[in-house]
């Protein structure tokens, strides 16, 4: 009897662990409610156009909803910080560009730190900037454009994604190399920059083919060159900036990111799923005509990548001295 007093009392006291235990057990596998894919630009842009992309494909993978939602600002330092700061549960993820690996440099508090509570969850794309005029200008050739320049007392107006956004290093890098004066005029994201390009408020400005698309059909804007070594399949005819500057190189990436502390089974689900759909033909395709490519990536090589990319940045903006606060 005495025993079996003891065995009650035991499985008495074992009952609201095993019922934790089965409670957590028995939990909604991930994605169990809507996930925000926050955009760190406007509306339009490249980034935008790509978490737009991803979160149909990802909602039918997961037969989940996915939103998409833009928070522009501060060369997406706000996007990224919300992001870093997120509760880490899995239903916050960042879509952004190659700024966030150069804003740590240019930033004395860009309200993250990446590698540390803002990690990669996968590189999505890398697409080449294109350096265009507005047409206005009556330039056609990087030549032209210099021989302009020395015509401008002020110097040429640069459109820009955000102080501190590779649109802008872009420039600045141009600028150095060519003794020219190149004023940064900053937007909220590569959309609003095109379409001051594209009105005429400003005479160049480095954007990526993506963003840039639209308004090169429109024919209100000329590409001079492109800032990769090999010139863009999507602009065939366009020359490279390496072969007027040698050396000249510089890219628009885009990825996708998530607070430090997520689960990391979550961070390699995520990104498995994303490295299939850019692996889809109709997406390689969609992402050729935007002259894109397609790069996909797992969290660990994303990572590895991202603290070569802070490098070359500090690097670069130390050359220069360029501070944005």
Known sequence: MGTLKYLTIGLALALPYTAHAQEKNSAKPWPSKPVKLIVAHSPGGGSDVLARLLSQKLGESFKSTFVVENKPGAAGNIAAANVANATPDGYT???????????PSLYKAPGYRLGENLVGVTQLASVPLALVANTNLGVGSISELLAKAKTLPAGLNSASNGSGTTSHLAA????????EKVVNIPYKGSAPAVTALMAGETDIGFTSIISAKGALDSGRVRALAVTTKTRSPELPNTPTLDSFIPGFEIDQWYGVFASAEVNADILNKLSSAINRILNEKEVLRYLAQEGATAVGSSPADFNQFLAAEQQKYKKLVASTNLQVD
């Open 172 to 179: 600045v890098m141009f600028a150095q190399a060519t003794g």
């Open 93 to 103: 993820f960042l879509v952004t560009t190659a700024s966030v690996a150069v804003n």
